[in-house]
């Protein structure tokens, strides 16, 4: 049960690193070095992480 927690808690600080990337795109050198098609891969990444979040976690608490 520990290891799920961790787990979750790892996945949450991915998620809030891609977030802090991807909010702040004209500051951020690795945001410019992309294009906009890179962006957008980014941002599904992000979605998809975001949905993986959830569900874990809803499937824990449960």
Not at 2 to 9: E, H, S
Not at 18 to 39: G, I, N, T, Y
Request: net charge positive.
């Amino acid at each position: 049960m520990f290891k799920w927690k961790l787990f979750i808690l790892a996945q949450g600080l991915i998620f809030l690193v891609f977030m802090l990337l991807c909010l702040d795109k004209e500051a951020s050198q690795v945001s410019v070095a992309l294009d906009s098609r890179s962006l957008a891969k980014v941002d599904n990444l992000i979605h998809s992480q975001l949905l993986f979040f959830v569900l874990q976690s809803s499937v824990v608490v449960t």
